[in-house]
């Protein structure tokens, strides 16, 4: 069974940095693209960017909104996928989910997705 | 950015209901278009994949179609598990971006 958990979240200053891990069971990690989303206080879901599996070069993409500020990453050997989030804005507050994104006819359709975990960005 | 309309923003229905969601995409994504399922406290869960591609594990009252510029998730007879609120996500480019949401209330 794919399973697919975030953690890592928690309360932050402005301008501080946070790292968010998302753990993964029951499929063969490095074969998949994992990608990131987040949900503010009221608002809708909203990309964040996604990471390539090693076959296109572990390669990123990132939202206009967090580029430059947030990296994600991957270890193939432990399942786990990785958001880095510098320099945090007070607007970065947000439930932030991960998701397994599959590759199919020809663009990739994110699957399964952990429950999310919560960043609050305040001074 | 591609901008997905979605509508209606909510509808209230009853068990047995047909029910159909509709988004529109800013230009044109091809047939990539997901659909999903929100429920509080759980994880998104994916429906339909690729406009019509029913997801593993999903009732076969759940079905996505595409006519024109508007792609289409119908609900063929509603459940009570199915009150709950439906996203569309393109994956055409990035970057990748949700309707607004459909929540299906009870009436």
């Known amino acids: 069974e794919v399973h697919v958990e975030e953690s890592g979240g928690g309360s932050v200053q402005p301008g501080r940095s946070l790292r968010l891990s998302c753990t993964t069971s029951?499929?063969?990690?490095?074969?998949?693209?994992m990608s990131w989303f987040r949900q503010a206080p009221g608002k809708g879901l909203e990309w964040v960017g996604f990471?390539?599996?090693?076959?296109?070069?572990?390669?990123?993409e990132y939202a206009a909104s967090v580029e430059g500020r947030f990296s994600i990453s991957r270890d193939d050997s432990k399942g786990i996928a990785y958001l880095q989030m510098d320099s945090l804005k007070t607007e970065d507050t947000a439930f932030y989910y991960c998701?397994?994104?599959?590759?199919?006819?020809?663009?990739?359709?994110?699957?399964?997705w952990g429950q999310g975990t919560l960043v609050t960005v305040s001074s | 950015d591609i901008q997905m309309t979605q509508s209606p923003s909510s509808l209230s229905a009853s068990i047995g209901d047909r029910v159909t969601i509709t988004c529109r995409a800013s230009e044109n994504v091809i047939n990539y278009i997901n659909w999903y399922q929100l429920k509080p406290g759980s994880a998104p869960k994916l429906l339909i994949y690729t406009t019509s591609n029913l997801q593993d594990g999903v009732p076969s009252r759940f079905s996505g179609s595409e006519s024109g510029p508007d792609f289409t998730l119908t609900i063929s007879s509603l459940q009570p598990e199915d009150f709950a609120t439906y996203l569309c996500l393109q994956t055409y480019t990035t970057p990748w971006t949700f309707g607004q949401g459909t929540k299906v209330e009870v009436k």
């Open positions: 990471i390539r599996d090693k076959d296109y070069g572990e390669t990123t």
């Open positions: 998701s397994r994104a599959p590759w199919g006819s020809y663009r990739y359709f994110p699957d399964y």
């Open positions: 029951g499929f063969t990690f490095g074969d998949y693209s």
